[in-house]
């Protein structure tokens, strides 16, 4: 599970019988849609991995940034030039907004706009959209909506609920948490689905893939590597004996 084999097999699986477009490619009468989102929760090295296998598959997806994450700098200067080879690979940027809990929801607007005017400041570039992480479910039920910003969990992209229906507007499926919660993707018979919008966590995808205990491991190490060769860049008195 979560190999890179696996996550190529599923964007052909898919490309067979949905169109994969981008958020903004999506019109009040259009049919038949897959979307791709990615939200970078541990490591930006690893969305850059699956954004070139993306390119390879010739497919455009999202990927959001957190501004306020103490796992990864999005401002540091080696991540804003992997965000921009992200770009440039053809995918779109957006901010992954996790709120503080204590957030009214007539201040979040302004808060939102606050994160996207730091990323655009760094990165040089509109940002022109956004989701939430972990949203409460009043963020959702009333689909947020911000001037010339794409809200990925507008009402055309998502199909809010509190009792499950029997069909949905628009299937969300999303591997969260290193599962799939709503589903297994290549369980679904996508001839009978209409509209897709299909979620990823890079930090869950890798070469080998792996349950969720192992794939951390390896993702620990390579944020310690990360971590050692940044200190020691950054002083001549680095204990050498450590980088090994």
């Known amino acids: 599970m979560f190999s890179y084999n696996e996550f190529r097999n599923l964007i052909n699986m898919v490309q067979q019988h949905l169109p994969i477009i981008d958020y903004k490619d999506v019109k009040d009468n259009t049919k038949k849609f897959c979307i791709l989102r990615h939200d970078i929760e541990f490591s930006i090295d690893r969305a850059y991995k699956l954004a070139k296998i993306e ?3 010739g ?3 999202t990927y959001t940034v957190q501004v306020r994450n103490n796992t990864y700098n999005a401002l540091s200067e080696k991540n804003i030039n992997l965000i ?7 995918h779109h940027i957006g901010l992954h907004q996790n709120p503080p809990s204590s957030l009214k929801l007539d201040t979040l607007k302004d808060y939102i706009m606050r994160d996207i ?3 655009e400041d760094s990165y040089g570039f509109e940002i022109d ?3 939430f992480h972990r949203p409460k479910k009043e963020y959702l039920n009333c689909y947020v ?9 507008d009402r055309k992209f998502f199909h809010f609920f509190d009792k499950r229906p029997e069909s949905l507007d628009i299937l969300y499926l999303a591997d969260s948490n290193h599962k799939w919660k709503y589903g297994y993707p290549l369980d679904f018979d996508f001839s009978k689905i209409n509209k897709l919008q299909l979620l990823t966590h890079p ?3 890798s070469e080998k893939g792996g ?3 192992g794939n951390f491991v390896s993702l620990i190490r390579e944020r310690n590597d990360e971590l050692v060769n940044s200190m020691n860049t950054e002083t001549n008195t680095f204990p050498q004996e450590l980088l090994s």
Not at 145 to 153: G, M, R
């Open 211 to 213: 349950d969720n205990y």
């Open 59 to 61: 497919v455009v997806s």
């Open 129 to 131: 959209r956004f989701a």
């Open 55 to 57: 390119k390879e598959l």
């Open 84 to 90: 921009s080879k992200i770009r440039n690979l053809g």
């Open 117 to 119: 005017t730091i990323l």
């Open 203 to 205: 930090f869950s995808w």
């Open 145 to 153: 909506e911000l001037e010339n910003k794409i809200n990925c969990y």
